[in-house]
């Protein structure tokens, strides 16, 4: 597709259940971004890819969030054993270029609004 | 560290009203500077950027200043449309270091009403 494509567009579970979250970004971009925006605030970044290496994890809030880009392509957020304050919606991005090129746009999905019970 | 900080929302403005946002900064860093959108149910758009002092970014209607000595990048618009109405944000990003980090201010939520 044209875009960063994001699955699915909404996602609810009970608190203590594992989710995934699944990101397309623009075919052959070489930068992946994990974003987290709670309601009424700006996005928080999360972590970092380019191509298939994790280069910055800095803001994952805690050990139950992980992220994976095997083979440089999609990417996906796993969040286990869920907890209210992880309802959010989950912003992809990805950019054509490697990091360093700090005036390079990221281009961001529509985003997976989660919600925990 | 890096923060943004936006004037509070929500504005309401009538069509055809002139618009300005307050953005200012504080980076560790030279940063490059950027405004999204975001309307209702769908992801960031890029509006507009400056990347240096004294850039102008400009973008359907819309242009923003980076102002170096003011630490400023106010977004205006000189008339509105309905179809305007979307949360802004103004975000920066450092070069150097983690470059790649978009840091974003709470957003400021427009109302334009016809």
């Known amino acids: 597709g044209a875009g960063v494509s994001q699955s699915p567009r909404y996602k609810v579970a009970k608190r203590g259940q594992d989710v995934a979250l699944r990101c397309d970004p623009i075919?052959?971009?070489?930068?992946l971004f994990w974003y987290q925006q709670a309601l009424g605030q700006g996005p928080e970044f999360l972590t970092y890819?380019?191509?298939?290496?994790?280069?910055?994890k800095s803001g994952l809030p805690s050990d139950r969030f992980f992220a994976e880009r095997p083979e440089g392509s999609v990417s996906t957020l796993k969040i286990q054993r869920t907890q209210q304050e992880d309802s959010a919606v989950y912003l992809c991005?990805?950019?054509?270029?490697?990091?360093?090129?700090?005036?390079?746009?990221?281009?961001f999905g529509d985003g997976t609004r989660l919600s925990i019970l | 560290g890096d923060s943004v900080t936006q004037m509070e929302g929500p504005v309401t403005l009538s069509e055809e009203a002139f618009l300005t946002i307050n953005c200012t900064y504080t980076?560790?860093?030279?940063?490059?500077l950027f405004w999204y959108v975001q309307y209702p149910g769908e992801g960031l758009q890029l509006l507009l950027k400056?990347?240096?002092?004294?850039d102008k970014g400009s973008n359907k209607g819309f242009e923003a200043t980076y102002r170096k000595e003011t630490t400023s990048f106010h977004l205006e618009k000189g008339s509105v449309q309905v179809s305007d109405s979307a949360v802004y944000f103004c975000?920066?990003?450092?070069?150097?270091?983690?470059?790649?980090?978009?840091?974003f201010g709470k957003g400021t939520l427009l109302t334009v009403n016809p």
């Open positions: 400056a990347t240096k002092a004294d």
């Open positions: 075919s052959g971009h070489v930068s």
């Open positions: 980076a560790t860093g030279y940063p490059s």
């Open positions: 991005a990805s950019s054509s270029l490697g990091g360093q090129y700090s005036n390079q746009p990221q281009h």
């Open positions: 975000a920066l990003r450092v070069s150097g270091g983690s470059n790649y980090k978009l840091t």
């Open positions: 890819f380019q191509n298939e290496a994790q280069l910055d």
